[in-house]
């Protein structure tokens, strides 16, 4: 008989960090009764159970409780907060979706059930299309676009482009750096360990790669390993990085501008200022910023491209797989010690 | 009968200056006899008597003797500088170029007269167009055809824009106001002082427009000005404005990068850090630097449009002309004193 009240734990915010890594005073985790029989459960609702959660960046800036520069709405106060993720229909009051469905939502409570509205799904996914669930949240899902908008549609990925790609073990980086490579560049990355360096150099098929902790000036490290200059910059991490880049572009380089992570701890008076911007004018850079919300008339040619690499094994994937909900606040800090390896997704139930 | 060496005023460079703006310990006027008899001039060279020079900012980033951001080549020491300028042809050993042809150069010495190759030359113009010659410097020229990228080519002025243009009351600022006022935007400018305030608004159509120098707080000043926020920003001074305007962006900005004057008097590790970049990639914001010299395959399209203007007295122009070459360092030094309306000009010689 199917069950019909379950405890399901979920991460709420008790606090906004202004400052630094979130940590559970700021994230806190509880445990509320959630009413699942049909009656209780709204027409055109569906209960969720929740298998992967897609840990991501961007979610640190909306605990701050201030303007942050993503200008994704901050959480509220006490309320559960919300993430990517993939689940399974358990009761639906929606004729279009049935139990056992397999959905996508970008925005499902950070729980292990949910009552969520079917319009906010995304698309179901067939789990028979021999994908394993946790890719619709990495290579086949955000950070997978993000790389293929900001290599493809910003950067202008040509053979012979020298391509830097920073955050580079990363969800983002890791396909970006071989999205580079398929298109004939040559790639360095960065990134913030050996270990790190390794896997980029030897699972994902960079030319070579750097852990930036090591390295004391930034702008000696680029003139090695770019002698011929940057022709492409995947901006991951900003700061000194984008700075020392801004030092060794080529006429006419492209800059799309993914994200900011070394800046998303701090309030925006204390980021680091970049000072050589008006090299921006003498190398005519384009420096450009997206979210891939709005290249979604593009995912249909994205996700035809990014299933044919997968399968015949042009791109290797790595996914770094929490077990239990219980971990979201330390897989969240793992995204800003340098100890994530490829995308960061947390399996709150076992999918059957 | 025809004079055959003269006495030709030049300026050279006596010293680089890191910092502060160039005055004459750094820039020198002397006298040089100059033969300009046929038998001294080599074949496919011309003798020129210099009529006008434009006095450009870009020219205060070669007297530095560093890496700049803008990548001219650095003046040499004791050699005479360089600028865009029109000159008469005196002598001529290129059948192409006779006596009296009116000729333009972006490179004449900054000097009374002059023998330069004519492979040099970028044009002849044609007196009886009707157009005064310092126009060809300024809406024609240089500063005309910069406004016109950044409004036209890379801002992408639409009806209802909001753009915002800095040194509005200069040789580009000028143009670009009343550009983006013929495509329909709401048009905003920033300059320094009162009077110059009052020329943006009465002479070249701004909307509004204010003085930098009594704002003490930009991101209110925007929040005033722009309260529906910014679609296109021209960049022109760079720094803590840039820094302001990223703040108040719309999503899908347009930042034409044209040049960053108020960093151009310091060693490019003190300039200015812009903290708030962030804002690009949460606004989507499209930050892209040019040179006109990229985009001489549309030059033909922006004369013709420019002087269908001009005849139209769909835009005025406003020329300060320095009379005499002594004035180069002064009227140099103005570009950086707020003492400068419209576009700066000298006067080498009087045309006939
Ligand atoms: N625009 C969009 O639509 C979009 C979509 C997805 C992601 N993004 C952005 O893309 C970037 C990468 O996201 P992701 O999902 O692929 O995350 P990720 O790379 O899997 O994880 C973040 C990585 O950032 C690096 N990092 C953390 N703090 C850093 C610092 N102070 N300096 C340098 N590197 C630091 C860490 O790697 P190291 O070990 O190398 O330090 C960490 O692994 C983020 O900026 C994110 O916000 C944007
Ligand atoms: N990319 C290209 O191909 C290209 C071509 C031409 C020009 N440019 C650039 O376009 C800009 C305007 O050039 P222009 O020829 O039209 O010169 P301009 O505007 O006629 O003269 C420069 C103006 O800059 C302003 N200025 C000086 N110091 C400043 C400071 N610290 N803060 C703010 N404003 C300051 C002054 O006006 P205020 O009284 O308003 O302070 C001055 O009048 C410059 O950055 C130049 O380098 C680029």
């Known amino acids: 008989m199917a069950v019909n009240v379950v405890e399901s734990k979920e991460w709420y ?6 400052e630094g890594v979130p940590t559970t005073d700021h994230l806190t985790l509880r445990s509320v009764p959630l009413s699942l029989s049909l009656d209780s459960i709204p027409d055109a609702y569906v209960a969720v159970q929740l298998l992967f959660i897609s840990v991501d960046p ?15 709405p901050q959480f509220s106060l006490n309320q559960v907060i919300t993430a990517f993720g993939v689940g399974r229909v358990m009761r639906s009051k929606d004729e279009k979706y049935s139990e056992g469905d397999i959905v996508l939502n970008a925005f499902f409570p950070v729980a292990e059930y949910c009552v969520v509205p079917s319009s906010v799904l995304i698309r179901k996914i067939d789990p028979e299309a ?11 899902g955000v950070p997978g676009f993000a790389a293929w908008v900001g290599i493809e549609v910003l950067g202008e990925a040509k053979p012979g482009s020298n391509a830097f790609i920073s955050a580079a073990a990363g969800g983002v980086g890791m396909v970006a750096g071989q999205l580079a490579k398929l298109k004939g560049c040559r790639v360095i990355g960065s990134t913030g360990s050996d270990a790190k360096v390794r896997l980029v150099k030897e699972e994902f098929g960079y030319d070579d790669a750097f852990n930036y902790n090591k390295e004391v000036d930034f ?35 492209r800059i799309p501008v993914c994200g900011m992570i070394s800046q998303y701890n701090q309030i925006w008076t204390e980021r680091e200022g970049v000072r050589n911007l ?16 709005s290249y979604l008339d593009r995912f249909a040619d994205f996700t035809v ?7 015949q094994g042009k791109i290797s994937s ?14 969240l800090g793992s995204l800003f010690s340098s100890s994530n390896f490829g995308k960061v997704v947390i399996e709150v139930n076992k999918p059957r």
């Open 13 to 18: 915010l008790a606090g906004y960090a202004a």
């Open 219 to 253: 702008d000696a490290t680029l003139s090695k390993y770019f002698p011929n200059g940057i022709d492409i910059y995947l901006e991951n991490v900003g700061g000194k990085m984008l700075e020392a880049v801004l030092n060794h572009v080529n006429p006419h380089a």
């Open 130 to 140: 021999g994908i394993p669930l946790p890719e619709y949240l990495s290579c086949l």
């Open 318 to 331: 790595k996914i770094k797989i929490y077990e239990g909900i219980q971990n979201f606040a330390e897989s």
């Open 278 to 293: 008006l090299n921006i004018v003498g190398k005519e850079v384009r420096m450009e910023g997206f979210l891939v919300g």
């Open 58 to 72: 961007y979610l640190r800036t909306r605990m701050s409780g201030q303007e942050d520069g993503l200008y994704f």
């Open 305 to 311: 491209e990014m299933e044919g690499y997968l399968k």
